[in-house]
């Protein structure tokens, strides 16, 4: 099942490993991703595969229709993380977090909602509503309830164990 479904991002594609049967699938620029420089990979509520290349293409692998579709919304940023969070995807990219949701207005049907231009982001949680971005030297969190994360305010820092005021 779906459970047994290893997604592996690399610098030669994407694997799928299948723990059940102990076979790997292999997704190259010649299967339809972007390109073969894969920097982070994720499985949505729906069962759909992103993986970001180098370059800041999302390529987005519908299970169910078994085709890649690449979304170009981060062209030029770097992405270290994507964090799917119900039907939208939390992307952690060089210059902070954005929240990238559904819009079948969009001829690519998705829309980047909202940033928050918080620094270089390379790692993202949410536990309890709660949302944790690791950076460089730092982490920050939010509550997602919060009605403006792009206000400073919404944030507070952590270094070293020590929580500094915004």
């Known amino acids: 099942g779906k459970d047994s479904l290893i997604w592996c991002a690399t610098n030669g594609g994407i694997l799928k490993l299948n723990t059940e049967t102990i076979t790997f699938q292999k997704y190259t620029n010649t299967e339809g991703i972007s390109t073969n420089d ?46 799917p969070y119900g039907d939208s995807l939390f992307i952690a990219f060089d210059e902070g977090v954005s929240l ?23 790692q993202i949680f949410i536990d309890n509503n709660i949302i944790w971005v690791i950076l460089e030297d730092t982490i920050l969190k939010a509550d997602l309830s919060f009605p403006n994360l792009q206000a400073p305010s919404a944030w507070t820092e952590f270094r070293s164990g020590v929580e500094i005021p915004a």
């Open 100 to 122: 990238f949701v559904p819009n079948h207005k969009d001829p690519q049907g998705w829309e980047v909602k909202e940033t928050y231009y918080i620094g270089a982001s390379n």
């Open 38 to 83: 894969i920097l982070a990979i994720a499985v949505d509520s729906k069962d759909n595969v992103w993986a970001a290349d180098r370059d800041g293409l999302l390529n987005q692998y519908n299970t169910q229709e078994k085709n890649w579709e690449i979304k170009s919304h981060y062209r030029n940023q770097i992405i270290n993380s994507i964090y």
